[in-house]
């Protein structure tokens, strides 16, 4: 498996799912030992011109050469299909991009009730009605 190098998770260090699936990333070695940062470490490493609301919403992935940033299923994707290349023909179609979307914005907004964390928590998502909604009928 080959390893993410230069690029940079962003996290929340409260929010149980953030740590979850960040260190996941470290330990199965897809990041760099220095590949995830939290939040509060932010401001004082990187300087860049981040959508703070997106970021809060969906998972944020920042390429440490060029600072180009991505958000959400398109950072997962581009870790995933960097350690698993022949996924990234399936990571092009557009179905499938759009199922994931979907699935991926499902969690995403309902995070702190699928794994509630500290009150302190920074990643807050912002409330979605249809994605809760859903939520509910489903749980």
């Not at 699935?103 to 009730?113: E, T």
Request: with cysteine.
């Amino acid at each position: 498996m080959k390893t993410l190098k230069n690029h940079t998770l962003i996290y929340d260090d409260e929010c149980p799912m953030c740590k979850i699936y960040s260190g996941a990333f470290i330990r199965c070695g897809m990041l760099d030992n220095d590949g995830r940062i939290s939040y509060d470490k932010l401001q004082e490493t990187l300087e860049l011109d981040l959508d703070l609301g997106k970021a809060r919403n969906e998972i944020t992935l920042i390429n440490k050469e060029n600072k180009q940033v991505l958000y959400g299923i398109d950072s997962l994707f581009m870790i995933i299909g960097h350690c698993f290349p022949v996924l990234n023909v399936l990571f092009k179609q557009d179905a499938f991009k759009a199922a994931c979307r979907l699935l991926y914005r499902f969690i995403s907004y309902n995070r702190n009730v699928i794994a509630p964390g500290s009150s302190d928590n920074r990643c807050i998502p912002d409330f979605n009605f249809k994605y809760r909604w859903t939520y509910i009928l489903f749980a």
